[in-house]
């Protein structure tokens, strides 16, 4: 049902959202939101043809925005000629239900749209698993409003008819796929963790760039690496994990990782389907949070980067917030500090800066030392293969070696050094 990446084409819709009180900053719409799920309609492929924003003191539990803003919105997706309405705020299913048969049209919620994207987006087998586990949870609890044509009076005869029937075997069927896929992601992990030991044993550096969606995080990793990623100033243009190998010195290679981008109210179901590849993050030894400094609301989008990498467990990992854009930047004073960097990965600007401070962060105490190692100490040359970069082994009267180390590998070889 989900495996297919193809997925309907989204054509003329009316946005609408509700503002209340009683709700969180990720569950309320605004101004701003509604220009976002249109910037998100618009990479589904599909048009704003106009928006409605409620203010109200809560949600009606049956039509969520109120029988007479409902019966608005019927008025307008009739006049407009729309073939669907999607809401900012997140629906329940009976919500979604009562409002696809009162206006008419398809009714589906920002996540449902997020999900969408993604389905489209993902091109590895990877990406393609995870946007199908967070699809199928999405789509369990919604299984009995699909079904509600074929469902009996409740406690009359022949209440468990057909329907109830296909209901509990999509059911089943949903839950069997949901298993196969979170056993096949464990697999992905498994493979993970091996290239992460390995990584580990050869000392090799990650950096993982986060952040918001369309900061600009797959052309900082072009500039950086010389790659040819796929660029587009689009929301989520970009799903798979890219890595690259970046020479930031003679002394200092590091892996860099670009992540799938973050939003506001970013569906749960994606967030635990991409742990697999997100908990990259926990790992790196080094993350860059690109902040799209030409945003006026740079600071609410930092806020959910910041929000995400938290409940992702990666607090606590070193941090360069990255500025960019800055060619685009209309305040007066650029934001700095000690662990800030204004940069343009577009021009170029500032980028040997930020190669700077990466390797004053990574490169600390690495050095190149010359070593002269007895013939009876070879077991010295072994861990020096496991914890260093050997760059030259000459066998004469002793083993000549030159090595790029760490502080922790100098302080065991200290008695063979002859330079640096």
Not at 300 to 308: G, K, M, P
Request: proline share 4%; with cysteine.
């Amino acid at each position: 049902m989900f495996e297919k990446t193809e997925v309907k084409e989204i054509n003329r819709a009316v946005l609408a959202g509700l503002c209340a009180p009683c709700l969180s900053a990720e569950e309320n719409a605004s101004d701003e939101s509604l220009e976002e799920l249109a910037a998100l309609l618009d990479t589904a492929g599909g048009t704003c043809l106009g928006t409605v924003l409620q203010n109200r003191s809560a949600p009606d539990p049956r039509t969520f925005i109120g029988e007479g803003k409902a019966a608005e919105i019927k008025e307008l997706v009739q006049s407009l000629g729309a073939d669907i309405v999607i809401f900012d705020n997140p629906l329940s299913p009976s919500q979604q239900r009562v409002l696809t048969e009162e206006l008419g049209v398809t009714v589906m919620d920002r996540s449902a749209l997020i999900l969408d994207i993604f389905a489209k987006r993902a091109r590895t087998s990877e990406g393609r698993l995870q946007v199908a586990l967070a699809q199928y949870k999405y789509l369990l609890p919604r299984l009995t409003g699909m079904w509600k044509h074929l469902e009996r009076q409740e406690g009359a005869i022949g209440t468990r008819g057909p329907g109830e029937t296909q209901l509990e075997s999509d059911r089943r069927h949903i839950h069997r796929k949901i298993a196969k896929l979170e056993e096949e992601l464990k697999d992905v992990r498994r493979v993970r963790a091996t290239q992460r030991e390995r990584r580990e044993k050869n000392e090799v550096p990650v950096v993982a760039i986060v952040g918001y969606t369309n900061a600009g995080k797959s052309t900082l990793l072009n500039a950086l690496t010389g790659s040819d990623i796929p660029a587009n100033n689009r929301l989520f243009d970009t799903l798979d994990t890219t890595t690259r190998t970046l020479e930031l010195s003679d002394t200092c290679t590091v892996l860099v990782s670009d992540t799938v981008g973050f939003i506001s109210k970013l569906p749960h179901q994606l967030v635990d389907a991409f742990k697999a590849t997100l908990e990259e993050l926990t790992f790196a030894d080094l993350l860059l949070h690109v902040i799209d400094a030409s945003d006026p609301n740079w600071r609410e989008q930092a806020a959910v980067v910041d929000r995400l990498v938290q409940e992702l467990g990666a607090a606590e990992t070193p941090r360069l917030e990255v500025f960019n854009k800055c060619d685009r930047f209309v305040g007066d004073i650029l934001p700095h500090g000690e662990d800030m960097v204004s940069i343009s990965a577009k021009t170029g600007a500032g980028l040997e800066k930020l190669c700077a401070a990466m390797e004053q962060r990574l490169d600390a105490g690495v050095r190149r030392v010359e070593l002269r190692l007895p013939y009876d100490k070879g077991g010295v040359l072994d861990a020096l293969y496991r914890e260093a970069k050997v760059e030259r082994v000459d066998y004469g009267e002793v083993i000549e070696v030159t090595a790029v180390c760490t502080p922790k590998t100098l302080g065991r070889v200290g008695e063979y050094i002859v330079s640096n």
